[in-house]
């Protein structure tokens, strides 16, 4: 492990967790590599620190459905206002009204404002015009928010975006245009409101825009959460880190995925650096940690043999082009061993986190089983669900899924799946299933 800093962004370190031997004949290399970021965010002396290295986009829903109950629109109002003054003096900003088409409401001259005391205030009382009344095209709202984040030269782009229905004013291929479109430019936390929303719409904005997806079922916790997700933007330090594996000849990478704190596949997200190597996107980082799942195919080697699987390295592409700043750097290792009890045993990390993508994908499968009305394999999916969750101690997701069925025995994972299950709980589980817990270190 390398690591790697200049005064301008935090310093981050690279650790790796494997078990590194592998049976004769044996192909297939695993590790989880921990990327963790120190120095940034709570100190509040980096970019985004001194305010004139971000810019951030609030896109709130002023579709017809706002008004149902009328409370709603209101919250969200009280909610971007909330947001508004979370924001840093310095930082660039602007508010986007959005139904079947995109409106500034501020600062409404094209580009952004900068935060201050008195442009904090003209904002907030622009909002007193939003009404709601029209449709839902999420698209539309996206591309002038990367219009409006493209005028201003800062290294931290951000987007919130808050919806209450479904994206019907526009066709999905729109919708998944929109997204390629935006994918890179700019971050973008996405929030669902009530419970007449697409879960699987608002969390494919995220993904696609490396945020974060969530429910607030109840209006009236809108403010809180706005809140919280403009401080936290308001803690990003460095944009655009990517992980770069380079992988030797003959060696091939399987995949590559965020595990923590979220479930995020990037393998189809690479684009290649050079030879040999392939860039996978991370996004902006404060001050944090997050793991990620290498899978490394090797060719076949005799017992005693040795190399090197893949070299993980975090890299800052360079403001002018030029060569990128390497942040830090990690070793996936490969040794054939005939040593049964060695290359038998599984990493504890590399186990744990296998556990948590499959408790994901199981959670997804049993709800949309449930949805079907296939409840025999809606009860085995959730069943599995619950016994993973119990056995990687994933407390938060062993609690949503006992609002969706009645846990009979945990270990096994028996469940009978409920007569009636609440909207707003079936939504929160789907909407979440991708956190995951950390392994006990």
Same mark, same amino acid.
């Given at each position: 492990?390398?690591?790697?800093?200049?005064?301008?962004?935090? &310093?981050?370190?690279?650790?790796?967790? /494997?078990?590194?031997?592998?049976?004769?004949?044996?192909?297939?290399?695993?590790?989880?590599?921990?990327?963790?970021?120190?120095?940034?965010?709570? *100190?509040?002396?980096?970019?985004?620190?001194?305010?004139?290295?971000?810019?951030?986009?609030?896109?709130?829903?002023?579709?017809?459905?706002?008004?149902?109950?009328?409370? +709603?629109?209101?919250?969200?109002?009280?909610?971007?206002?909330?947001?508004?003054?979370?924001?840093?003096?310095?930082?660039?900003?602007?508010?986007? $009204?959005?139904?079947?088409?995109?409106?500034?409401?501020?600062?409404?001259?094209? =580009?952004?404002?900068?935060?201050? $005391?008195?442009?904090? *205030?003209?904002?907030?009382?622009?909002?007193?015009?939003?009404?709601?009344?029209?449709?839902? !095209?999420?698209?539309? #709202?996206?591309? @002038?928010?990367?219009? @409006?984040?493209?005028?201003?030269?800062?290294?931290?782009?951000?987007?919130?975006?808050?919806?209450?229905?479904?994206?019907?004013?526009? =066709?999905?291929?729109?919708?998944?245009?929109? @997204?390629?479109?935006?994918?890179?430019?700019?971050?973008?936390?996405?929030?669902?409101?009530?419970? %007449? #929303?697409?879960?699987?719409?608002?969390?494919?904005?995220?993904?696609?825009?490396?945020?974060?997806?969530?429910?607030?079922?109840?209006?009236?916790?809108?403010?809180?959460?706005?809140? /919280?997700?403009?401080?936290?933007?308001?803690?990003?330090?460095?944009? %655009?880190?990517?992980?770069?594996?380079?992988?030797?000849?003959?060696?091939?990478?399987?995949?590559?995925? &965020?595990?923590?704190?979220?479930?995020?596949?990037?393998?189809?997200?690479?684009?290649?650096?050079?030879?040999?190597?392939?860039?996978?996107?991370?996004?902006? #980082?404060?001050?944090?940690?997050?793991?990620?799942?290498?899978?490394?195919?090797?060719?076949?080697?005799?017992?005693?043999?040795?190399?090197?699987?893949?070299?993980?390295?975090?890299?800052?592409? !360079?403001?002018?082009?030029?060569?990128?700043?390497?942040? *830090?750097?990690?070793?996936?290792?490969?040794? #054939?061993?005939?040593?049964?009890?060695?290359?038998?045993?599984?990493?504890?990390?590399?186990?744990?986190?296998?556990?948590?993508?499959?408790?994901?994908?199981?959670? &997804?499968?049993?709800?949309?089983?449930?949805?079907?009305?296939?409840?025999?394999?809606?009860?085995?999916?959730?069943?599995?669900?619950?016994?993973? $969750?119990?056995? =990687?101690?994933?407390?938060?997701?062993?609690?949503?899924?006992?609002?969706?069925?009645?846990?009979?025995?945990?270990?096994?994972?028996?469940?009978?799946?409920?007569?009636?299950?609440?909207?707003?709980?079936?939504?929160?589980?789907?909407?979440? =299933?991708? +956190?995951?817990?950390?392994? +006990?270190?």
């Amino acid at each position: 492990m390398a690591n790697f800093s200049k005064s301008n962004v935090p &310093q981050f370190r690279v650790d790796v967790y /494997q078990n590194e031997y592998l049976a004769e004949g044996a192909r297939e290399v695993n590790a989880i590599v921990t990327v963790t970021s120190t120095g940034g965010g709570t *100190s509040g002396g980096g970019l985004a620190g001194r305010g004139s290295g971000a810019a951030v986009v609030i896109m709130v829903d002023c579709s017809g459905s706002m008004d149902y109950p009328p409370e +709603k629109m209101r919250n969200a109002r009280e909610a971007t206002a909330a947001a508004i003054d979370t924001l840093r003096d310095g930082v660039s900003f602007a508010v986007v $009204a959005g139904t079947h088409i995109a409106r500034e409401i501020y600062p409404a001259n094209g =580009s952004l404002a900068v935060a201050d $005391a008195e442009t904090r *205030s003209r904002a907030q009382h622009a909002l007193r015009s939003l009404g709601a009344g029209g449709g839902t !095209a999420v698209g539309t #709202w996206l591309r @002038l928010a990367d219009r @409006l984040l493209s005028t201003a030269d800062v290294p931290i782009r951000h987007g919130i975006l808050l919806t209450d229905g479904r994206n019907e004013h526009e =066709s999905p291929e729109d919708l998944r245009a929109a @997204l390629d479109a935006c994918a890179g430019r700019f971050t973008c936390d996405a929030r669902g409101v009530g419970t %007449d #929303w697409e879960v699987k719409e608002v969390t494919a904005v995220a993904s696609a825009l490396l945020g974060t997806a969530d429910i607030v079922a109840d209006p009236a916790n809108l403010s809180a959460d706005f809140t /919280q997700m403009m401080e936290t933007a308001m803690g990003k330090e460095v944009a %655009d880190v990517a992980l770069r594996l380079w992988t030797p000849m003959g060696a091939e990478v399987r995949f590559v995925k &965020q595990v923590a704190p979220t479930v995020e596949a990037l393998t189809g997200r690479r684009t290649l650096s050079g030879p040999r190597s392939g860039d996978y996107p991370t996004g902006s #980082w404060g001050d944090e940690s997050r793991d990620y799942h290498v899978c490394v195919e090797v060719p076949e080697a005799a017992v005693g043999r040795e190399m090197l699987a893949a070299r993980v390295s975090l890299v800052l592409p !360079a403001p002018d082009g030029g060569a990128p700043q390497v942040l *830090s750097q990690g070793l996936v290792k490969a040794v #054939w061993t005939d040593d049964m009890e060695a290359s038998t045993s599984i990493n504890p990390q590399v186990a744990h986190y296998t556990g948590q993508a499959e408790l994901a994908q199981v959670i &997804q499968q049993g709800l949309d089983a449930r949805k079907s009305g296939d409840f025999d394999g809606a009860t085995a999916k959730l069943g599995r669900a619950v016994q993973l $969750a119990a056995s =990687s101690g994933n407390a938060d997701t062993a609690k949503l899924l006992s609002k969706v069925v009645d846990v009979v025995d945990a270990a096994t994972g028996t469940v009978r799946l409920k007569a009636k299950v609440a909207e707003a709980d079936e939504m929160t589980l789907e909407t979440r =299933s991708t +956190k995951t817990v950390r392994v +006990k270190k």
